[in-house]
């Protein structure tokens, strides 16, 4: 463990945060953060019963008239404030991301803090865009208007592979909004989004306008899903807990948004140029160690191109630094825990008896072996409806397969039941555009694969879920659209009522 960061003494008072204050869980159950490039335990904590979880979302009920009622240009003021102390804290936020996930501290330092920063910068301009149709007189006699109000409290669910971001993408257009939030870490790692709540607080977002509740998903997930006084549930995880999630959500009439897995195609036609198609792949396919919803992890490549494409990418593959997540120059970080490297090699293994794993497909020894690291993996000659190609692996393991015609890339591109991100490469603009078009995924990337953008929206379609994070779209997912009618004849019997009462006097 790096040392330039003391975790104990930093949440000594527990790793819940409610009301503006840190406190321990009031469950039986602890929980370790554990580092994973070493396997040594980082912080152990108090999870969070459902106690807690009832007092953050009381917490959270009692601030949410205050901030609701404060102007658009008030919350804007106060989250402009929370991104200036966000970018304070930015050298520490980043060394936690990486101390909890194993993430390279270049990776973190350069697109998770700076992405959160400037997430939280976008939604404080984004709290005094409200849009709505025009205020008129559409039937005459009445004035109507379009109230865009928030929803009440929210409880929110992220998942271990970007916690930081996660935290961003959910509390903050929530908050720009004007709802108060409940948000549930991984148990894994909570360090961030406590960090970010401790940050809100610090820029003088009222006590109990941001919640954070660590706990596990079964008991505090379950409890703040069905809370009667949560309005709205936004989950980011697996598609399989995001059906329970739907379930439970359902049972109280909540609003959902829900962001699930992914299995992004990778479409390279035979007029892309090979060399840039060959690195965004690597790019693509290891950021994050493969964890990550939107990865590369299908490439489809025009038969002209394949031969070509599975050596450069496997050279390529082989120059992949792992190491120390603290080292500038490491590439690959370890991935979140054993287990997961464990499931990694699961799927791996079963594939060499029915595919070619062509390098990688174990985990490296000597200094490394201790951590739960796994080399970049690449595998073809894997049926379309192979394990490899249909499941969301969640590591770095890419599978190429090729294709003839553009007709097959694209239908073999569609051929899971997800639908998240996908990317198409070519020069021609045509082939691209026609990709674009067809391939069903909630983005679409031509000649590269993974950049995000905080005015741009992700979100998934089919099984990878419903909503969207970021941009103007997600401020929207946590706003209500309220339709104010107003008569203004002032006359007692209206021309409308003789449809109810005939013409009769009264
Ligand atoms: N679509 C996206 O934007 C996006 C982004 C990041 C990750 N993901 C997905 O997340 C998954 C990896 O993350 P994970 O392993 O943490 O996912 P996960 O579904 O196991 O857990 C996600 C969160 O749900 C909680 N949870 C678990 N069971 C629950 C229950 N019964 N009720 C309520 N909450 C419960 C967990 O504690 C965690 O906080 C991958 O499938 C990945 O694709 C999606
Ligand atoms: C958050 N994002 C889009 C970078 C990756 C999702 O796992």
Known sequence: MDQRFDVTERFADGAQYIAGRLREGGSEGTHAVVDPATGEQVFSYRLAGTADVDAAVAAAETAFPEWAGATPGERSDAMHRFAAALTERADDLAHAESLQCGKP????????????????????????????????????????????????????????????????????????????????????????????????????????VVNVVSGTGREAGERLVSHPGVAMTSFTGSTAVGKRVAELATATVKRIHLELGGKAPFVVFDDADL??????????????????????????????????????????????????????????????????????????????????????????????????????????????????????????????????????????????????????????????????????????????????ISEMPHGGVRASGFGK??????????????????DNTAVVRKDWHRTVFGDRQT
């Open 105 to 208: 501290i270049k990776l973190s330092a350069e697109f998770d803090v700076p992405g959160s920063i400037d997430n939280t910068a976008f939604f404080a301009g984004a709290a005094r865009h409200l849009e709505g149709k025009a205020a008129g007189e559409y039937s005459g006699d009445h004035t109507s208007y379009i109230r865009r109000e928030p929803i009440g409290v929210i409880g929110s669910i992220a998942p271990w592979n970007y916690p930081l971001q996660m935290a961003a993408w959910k509390v903050l257009p929530a908050i720009a909004a004007g709802n108060t939030i409940v948000l549930k870490p991984a148990e894994l790692t909570p360090l961030t989004s406590l960090m970010f709540a401790q940050a809100a607080t610090e820029a003088g977002l009222p006590d109990g």
């Open 275 to 452: 060399a840039a198609a060959a690195h965004g792949a690597i790019a693509g396919a290891l950021i994050n160690t493969g964890q990550d919803c939107t990865a590369a992890t299908r490439a489809y490549v025009q038969r002209p191109l394949y031969d070509a494409f599975v050596a450069a990418v496997a050279d390529l593959m082989a120059t992949v630094r792992l190491g120390d997540p603290f080292d500038p120059h490491t590439d690959l970080g370890p991935l979140i825990s054993h287990a997961q490297r464990d499931r990694v090699a699961g799927f791996v293994e079963r594939a060499r008896g029915y595919a070619t794993v062509v390098t990688g497909g174990e985990a490296p020894g000597g200094d490394l072996a201790k951590g739960a690291y796994y080399r970049p993996t690449l595998i073809t000659g894997a049926p379309q409806d192979s394990e490899v190609v249909q499941s969301e692996i969640f590591g770095p393991v890419l599978v190429v397969l090729p294709f003839d015609s553009d007709d097959e890339g694209i239908a073999l591109a569609n051929d899971t039941p997800y639908g998240l991100a996908a990317s198409a490469w070519s020069r021609d603009v045509y082939r691209t555009g026609r990709a674009s078009r067809e391939i069903r995924a909630g983005c679409v990337w031509i000649n590269d694969h993974i950049p995000i």
């Open 469 to 486: 994070d970021m941009s103007a779209y997600s401020f929207e997912e946590y706003t209500q659209v309220k339709h104010v009618m107003s």
